[in-house]
């Protein structure tokens, strides 16, 4: 009777440290799992936001070469408004110019023969440079 009495708590002591052993062993396996789907739901949430991230940039880029497109017509829109500007400066000028010559035909102040002369000398210089200017850029192209 001896034994019997040491027999069932060794035999329940056996028994509990197989299911602790079961139970460790259950755990670990149940960690591993958890851990491996925790891996899974990251990486598709890193994956995603690697998707939005690539979007993002993306669209920023269309919208800045949409900007970009924007800045460059409105230049060459006011460079257009300068050059007519200009133009109708130039234009003004010269007329100023021929009223101003006229004033001084009529007063008296200016032969209007060494005018003409004067005037069809600076046209012809004139005429000549763009002839000059012609050959020499067709040569280049």
């Known amino acids: ?6 027999i069932q708590p060794a035999i329940s ?3 509990a440290i197989i299911s602790g052993l079961w139970s460790y062993v259950a755990s ?3 960690n591993k799992a958890e851990i491996e789907k925790q891996a899974k739901e990251h990486s598709h949430i890193v994956e995603k936001l690697e998707k939005e991230f690539h979007y ?3 669209t920023l880029k269309q919208q800045h070469a949409l900007e970009l ?3 460059k017509q409105a230049h060459e829109l006011r460079l257009q408004e300068l050059e007519k500007v200009s133009q109708i400066d130039t234009e003004t000028d010269k007329a ?3 009223n101003d010559l006229a004033y001084k035909v009529l007063a008296g102040e200016v032969d209007l023969d060494k005018a003409l002369k004067i005037a069809d000398k600076a ?3 004139n005429q ?3 002839q000059k200017f012609i050959r020499k850029t067709s040569k280049k192209s």
């Open 13 to 15: 002591v056996i028994l």
């Open 123 to 125: 046209n012809s210089h």
């Open 69 to 71: 497109e924007k800045v």
């Open 128 to 130: 000549n440079l763009k």
């Open 1 to 6: 009777m001896d034994y019997q009495i040491l």
């Open 96 to 98: 100023m110019k021929v």
């Open 28 to 30: 670990k396996a149940n």
């Open 56 to 58: 993002q940039i993306d």
